[in-house]
């Protein structure tokens, strides 16, 4: 992660900047990912750019649960749902990646898509876009001791 005063790479986790000393507080450490376009309490300091995360799913999958539905009668629809949220995070924690990788703390305006890649392939693609920014707290101190 970065210092969010003044920019220099730190460990995960650190309580404080090895290079400035600004303590680093559990908030500002947190990586944020909204569906907004804003980060409420927060300001964007910079925009990096979009970010995509990709995972793909065989529809096998589906169909299998989807053929557990009409026999069942929903009996499978908390499994088939988990499978779905699972293939969700997947991408958003790709994208969360690559955020990171380009020196983001947030990402805003994170959208999950899903799309089908072809009959024969019977693939499904989730994908995760949004927006790489880093964001500080609108209310940064400005005492230098911690
Ligand atoms: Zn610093």
Known sequence: MNCP???NMVPDGASFCTKCGAQLTPAATQFLIVTTPT???????KVLGLVTGLTPRTRGIFGKFIAGFESMAGGEVTAFTSEMEKARWEAIERAKARAIALGANAIIGIDVETSDLGLQNGIVLFSATGTAVTIEPENVSESATP
């Open 5 to 7: 005063r003044c920019g």
């Open 39 to 45: 980060v409420a309490g927060y300001r964007i300091k």
